[in-house]
């Protein structure tokens, strides 16, 4: 379920970097929607199974509400889900 997560978080935070950072400058700097286009869809189905996985992980790893919170809209800042998996999923 770790691993999952984890892998996840990363393609979730990858595809919203390049999402916000690279295609969207180049949708409105360069009048071309391709790359939003391309890359929207799989950052939505990844932004919706990190939600999900998030919802379970709380049962299994026992998150209290606040930390819950934390990993859950982790998602919404750019670098988010990276913070989460250092601090919340790593173990270490």
């Known amino acids: 379920m770790i691993k999952i997560l984890r892998f996840i978080a990363f393609l979730e935070g990858v595809s919203y970097i390049l999402l916000l950072f690279i295609a969207l400058p180049i949708k409105y700097l360069l009048n071309d929607p391709t790359y939003v286009k391309l890359l929207g869809m799989p950052h939505g189905i990844l932004f919706v199974g990190y939600i999900i996985f998030s919802v379970i992980g709380k049962n299994n790893f026992k998150w209290s509400y606040l930390e ?14 990276f913070y989460v998996d250092k601090k919340y999923l790593r173990g270490d």
Not at 68 to 81: E, H, M
């Open 68 to 81: 819950f919170f934390i990993v859950s809209s982790a998602s919404l800042i750019p670098f988010g889900t």
